[in-house]
C-alpha cells in the first residue's frame, strides 16, 4: 500500500489558518505573529540538537509563518493605502485605471435597468486635488458594478472607470467595491473606455472564447450551457432550472473548471505522448505547455490555479522520476499560492478545491477499503471518490448553501464518465472554433451527448423527494456538520464501542493476572500469548452481537441531534400549522408584521406576489418563512433602517428564492463589520442599491388594491448621517399604499423622533394611519411625535420573553393614550392589516 507523505502537512496547515486570521487582522496581529515566528526560529537555530525529529517541520513553520506575515503586511498596505485609501475615506469620485481581471457578468435588472460587474485590477488613480486632477500609482483588485456600458471592457484590457469605492470586508479578496459613476464632473475626461486592448495572447483567449460561444448558440439549451461551462468555464448561458439542479446534487464543479478537467487534459496529452513513443522530457513539456494554456483559456481563477500549480508539481516530478506524491504537491501548491496571495485562503474555489483533492489523496483508500466488506473491490473505488470528496467539502458548502445534497454520491458516480468525452471534445471545439467553425461545431455537439447525460443525471435526482435537506446555516452549520460526519466516520470505520470494551476487557485481565503473579500477555519474544489472545477474541465474540444495537443507537442520537438543530421544513409542517400564520389570511392583505423574535420585519403589500420590505429580523428569525406564507416572491424595495443583526441578519433568509429590484440603506454605517458583511451580500446578489437622504422618494407599480394604485414611498429621515449613531440614523419611511399611510420609525431614539417630528410638522397635515413603533417599543419614545402621528394602528415590533423588556408598558400606553389599537408580534405572532372599506381589520391571532 502506497505511504501517504504528511511531512508538508503542518507548514501548509499552518500557512492556510494563519492566512486566513491575518488577512483580516490589524496590523498589530501581524506583527505579533511575526515576531513570535522569528524568536521561534532563533530558539530552534541556537539549539542544534532540540527537539529531535520535529525540529524540521518546526524550522518549516516558523519560516513560513514569517514570510506569510511579511507578504500580508505589504501587500495590506498596497491595497488600502495611497489614493485608494483616500478615496475609501472621503467617498470622492476617483478615476481608476486597471487591467481586466474577470469577465463581466450580468446582474439581476432592477430599478436603475440592467446591472453587471466586473474585476479590474487598478494600478493607477486619478482624483481631483486643489482644483486639479492627480493621479498616483495603485495596487489593488475591485469588484465593479455598473451598466451596460461595462459591456464593452474585454479580460485583459486596459481600461478607466469614473468611480466611487466602497469597503469590502479586511478579508475580502477585493480590496473594495467600485461604483461606476454616469456623470463624474469632478474629474476631467475620465469616462468608462478602453485605453488599451489586450495584448496579441490575450486577444486570442478572448477570440477563442467568443468564437466557441458562438458555435455553441444554436445547440439544446443544456449543450449551450453546460459545453461551454466544461470547457472555457462559461456559464452564462446555462439554465436557471439546470443551474439549480446542479446545485441541489452537487455537480457544479462540472463547470466550475478545477482537478478534475486538468487531470482528463493531461491524462490524455501524456497518454498520446507515449502512443507517439516521445521521451518523458518531451511528453512533460508538452502537458505542461498545454496546461499553461488551459489556464489561459479558463482565465486563473483560485481553484484554476491550484489545479494548475499541483499539476506542475506532479509533471516536475515525473521528469525527475520520483514516485508520485499527490499530498506532498498538494501542501507546495497551498504553500506557494497563499505565500504569493494570503487573500486567495478565503476563497471558497480555493477552499473547495483544496479540500476536495485531500479528500480524494486521504480519503479514497480507507473508504475503499470499509466498502470493501460490501461490494466489490472496483464498485468500492467507484463509490469511495465522490464520497470522500464530498464528505470533505460539504461543511464547506452549507456556508454557501445553507442544505445538504443527500444524492452527491450517486449523481456523482453516475455523471463521472460523461465528464472525460465532454473535456476533450469541449476543449477541442473551443481550440477550432476561430479556424474550423464546423469541425468546432462538429465537436461541441459531441461534447453535447456527453453532457446530456449529465443533465439528465443532474435533473432526475434533484426532482426526488428530499433531494436537499435543510440545514443550520452560517458557521454554526457548519462546525456542526463536520460534527456529523466526524461521529459518522468514527463510527463504521474506527468502532469505538468495540475498541473501548476490548481495552477494559484487557486492562482487567491484565490487573487479574498480576495479581496471580501469572505472565503477562507478551512473552519474552514478544509474541502475544496465545490463551490470552483467545480470552480476547471471546470477549469481541461475546460483544459482536450488541454492537449494531449500539451503533443504531448512536447514529438516532446523532439524528435526533441534527433534526433538533436544522430543523427541516417539513417536520416543521408536523408539530406546527403549515406556513406559520396562524388563521387564514385575505389576499389583499396591505400591511404584515412578521414574527422574527427580538427584530423587525414589515412588509407592505404592492401586488400579488410583489410587497417592500422594511427590514428582516435577525439571523434564523424566520423571515424567509413569514415572506412564503405571505407569498411574496419579489421585493420591490428592500429598506434596511440600519446595520444591527435584529434588523439586517436574516438578509440572506430573505433573499433566497426572490428577487429584489432594490435596496435602501442607512447612511451610518455603523456597527462597521456588520455594514460590509450587508453590502457584500447586497452586491453579490446582483441588488442595486441607495442610500437614503432627505427628499428621496419613489414610486412602486401597484395593482394589488381596490383601486390598484402604486404604492409611494418617501424617506422622512436621516437627513445626514453625519453625527449619528445606528439607532437614531434608522431610515424613518412615509409609505401610502392602498388607502393606507404607514409611518415606519426604526430604532429611533430621542434625536431621532424629534427629526421625523420636525419634518412632518413642516408638511401638509395628513392623517396616519398605522405607525411602527419605535425600537420595539422601549421606553424612549417621543411624546409629542406619538401625538402628532395619531395613528389607528400601532405596530410593535418585539421577541416574547426579550431580556430588554421591550415593549415597555409606557410606550403602550403613550400610543394607546393617543387613540392607536396596539398590535405586538411577542404577543399575536405574524399579524396583518386589512382594509375594508373605511375599516382597518386585522389579520392574525391575538392573546
Not at 478607466?160 to 480590496?175: E, I, K, Q, V
Not at 437614503?692 to 381596490?706: C, E, F, H, Y
Request: hydrophobic residues 50%; aromatic residues 4%; contains cysteine.
Amino acid at each position: 500500500m502506497p505511504v501517504v507523505d504528511l511531512r508538508l502537512v503542518p507548514a501548509a496547515a499552518a500557512c492556510w489558518v494563519a492566512a486566513t486570521v491575518l488577512v483580516a487582522a490589524p496590523g498589530s496581529v501581524v506583527t505579533g505573529v511575526a515576531v513570535a515566528a522569528a524568536l521561534v526560529l532563533l530558539v530552534v537555530l541556537g539549539v542544534p540538537h532540540g527537539l529531535g525529529a520535529v525540529r524540521g517541520q518546526v524550522l518549516l513553520v516558523a519560516c513560513t509563518l514569517l514570510v506569510l506575515a511579511a507578504t500580508v503586511t505589504v501587500q495590506g498596505a498596497a491595497r488600502s493605502g495611497g489614493l485608494v485609501g483616500e478615496m475609501l475615506t472621503s467617498g470622492d469620485v476617483g478615476c481608476l485605471r486597471g487591467v481586466v481581471a474577470s469577465e463581466v457578468v450580468p446582474l439581476r435588472s432592477g430599478a436603475q435597468g440592467d446591472r453587471y460587474r466586473v474585476t479590474v485590477r487598478v494600478t493607477s488613480v486619478a482624483t481631483t486635488v486643489d482644483a486639479g486632477d492627480v493621479r498616483g500609482p495603485a495596487r489593488a483588485t475591485v469588484l465593479v458594478l455598473g451598466g451596460p456600458e461595462l459591456l464593452d471592457l474585454a479580460y485583459g484590457a486596459t481600461v478607466d472607470l469614473p468611480a466611487t469605492l466602497g469597503a469590502t470586508d479586511a478579508g475580502d479578496t477585493r480590496a473594495a467595491l467600485a461604483f461606476v459613476e454616469d456623470d463624474p464632473s469632478s474629474l476631467t475626461a475620465c469616462r468608462v473606455r478602453v485605453v488599451e486592448p489586450p495584448g496579441p495572447l490575450g486577444r486570442a483567449v478572448n477570440a477563442i472564447r467568443a468564437d466557441f460561444l458562438d458555435v455553441t448558440a444554436d445547440l439544446s439549451p443544456q449543450a449551450r450551457g453546460l459545453v461551454p461551462g466544461v470547457a472555457i468555464g462559461d456559464t452564462s448561458r446555462l439554465p436557471p432550472d439546470l443551474d439549480e439542479a446542479m446545485l441541489a446534487t452537487s455537480l457544479t464543479h462540472v463547470t466550475a473548471v478545477s482537478g478534475s478537467h486538468f487531470a482528463i487534459l493531461a491524462a490524455a496529452v501524456l497518454g498520446l505522448c507515449t502512443v507517439l513513443s516521445a521521451p518523458r522530457w518531451v511528453r512533460v513539456a508538452v502537458a505542461g505547455v498545454v496546461m499553461a494554456g488551459f489556464v489561459l483559456l479558463v482565465h486563473p481563477e483560485p481553484s484554476v490555479l491550484r489545479a494548475a500549480v499541483m499539476c506542475a508539481v506532479a509533471l516536475f516530478a515525473i521528469l525527475l522520476g520520483r514516485p508520485s506524491q499527490s499530498m506532498a504537491a498538494l501542501c507546495v501548491t497551498v504553500l506557494v499560492l497563499l505565500l504569493v496571495d494570503p487573500w486567495m485562503s478565503r476563497s471558497f474555489g480555493f477552499v473547495l478545491s483544496v479540500l476536495a483533492t485531500a479528500g480524494l489523496v486521504v480519503g479514497t483508500a480507507p473508504v475503499t477499503r470499509w466498502l470493501e466488506r460490501f461490494v466489490p473491490r472496483w464498485a468500492a473505488l467507484a463509490v469511495a471518490v465522490p464520497l470522500a470528496a464530498q464528505l470533505a467539502c460539504a461543511p464547506v458548502v452549507v456556508l454557501l448553501d445553507p442544505s445538504v445534497s443527500l444524492y452527491a454520491v450517486p449523481a456523482n458516480l453516475l455523471a463521472a464518465p460523461a465528464l472525460v468525452p465532454a473535456t476533450v471534445l469541449g476543449v477541442l471545439g473551443a481550440l477550432l472554433a476561430p479556424w474550423a467553425p464546423a469541425v468546432s461545431l462538429l465537436l461541441a455537439t459531441g461534447a453535447g451527448w456527453a453532457t446530456a447525460w449529465i443533465a439528465l443525471v443532474a435533473e432526475v435526482f434533484a426532482d426526488v423527494p428530499g433531494a436537499r435537506l435543510p440545514w443550520l446555516p452560517g458557521p454554526a452549520g457548519a462546525w456542526l456538520l463536520a460534527g456529523v460526519t466526524a461521529a459518522g466516520v468514527a463510527l463504521v470505520a474506527v468502532r469505538p464501542v468495540e475498541v473501548l470494551s476490548s481495552r477494559l476487557s484487557r486492562a482487567r485481565r491484565s490487573r487479574a493476572d498480576r495479581s496471580r503473579g501469572a505472565p503477562s500477555w507478551r512473552s519474552d519474544d514478544g509474541t502475544r500469548d496465545v490463551e490470552r489472545a483467545a480470552r480476547h477474541a471471546g470477549a469481541r465474540a461475546a460483544l459482536r452481537p450488541v454492537l449494531p444495537a449500539v451503533r443504531c443507537v448512536a447514529l438516532l442520537l446523532v439524528a435526533v441531534l441534527v433534526l433538533a438543530v436544522v430543523r427541516p421544513a417539513w417536520l416543521g409542517d408536523l408539530v406546527r400549522r403549515t406556513g406559520g400564520l396562524e388563521v387564514p389570511w385575505a389576499e389583499d392583505w396591505v400591511v404584515a408584521s412578521c414574527d422574527v423574535g427580538q427584530g423587525d420585519a414589515t412588509l407592505v403589500r404592492t401586488s400579488p406576489g410583489h410587497a417592500l420590505l422594511i427590514d428582516v429580523g435577525p439571523q434564523d428569525g424566520g423571515v424567509g418563512d413569514c415572506l412564503d406564507a405571505l407569498g411574496v416572491e419579489h421585493l420591490d424595495l428592500l429598506v434596511l433602517t440600519h446595520f444591527h443583526a435584529d434588523h439586517v441578519g436574516g438578509l440572506q433568509e430573505a433573499l433566497q428564492g426572490r428577487t429584489v429590484t432594490g435596496a435602501l440603506v442607512s447612511p451610518v454605517a455603523e456597527p462597521a463589520d456588520q455594514e460590509r458583511a450587508t453590502m457584500r451580500t447586497l452586491v453579490d446578489a446582483g441588488i442595486p442599491v441607495r442610500v437614503a437622504g432627505p427628499d428621496l422618494q419613489g414610486t412602486l407599480p401597484g395593482g394589488g388594491g381596490p383601486d390598484g394604485g402604486d404604492v409611494r414611498w418617501s424617506v422622512l429621515w436621516p437627513a445626514t448621517g453625519a453625527g449619528l449613531g445606528a439607532n437614531d440614523g434608522s431610515v424613518a419611511l412615509d409609505v401610502r399604499a392602498q388607502g393606507l399611510r404607514l409611518v415606519g420609525l426604526g430604532d429611533l431614539e430621542t434625536s431621532g423622533q424629534a427629526g421625523v417630528r420636525a419634518v412632518l410638522e413642516a408638511g401638509p397635515d395628513e392623517p396616519v394611519d398605522v405607525v411602527k413603533v419605535a425600537h420595539h417599543g422601549s421606553a424612549t419614545q417621543d411624546r409629542a411625535l406619538a401625538g402628532l402621528l395619531a395613528p389607528r394602528v400601532a405596530l410593535v415590533s418585539s421577541g416574547a420573553g426579550n431580556t430588554y423588556g421591550h415593549p415597555t408598558v409606557d410606550a403602550l400606553d403613550l400610543y394607546r393614550s393617543v387613540g392607536a389599537a396596539v398590535v405586538r408580534t411577542d404577543l399575536c405572532g405574524t399579524v396583518g392589516l386589512v382594509v375594508r372599506g373605511d375599516d382597518v381589520l386585522v389579520a392574525g391571532s391575538c392573546l
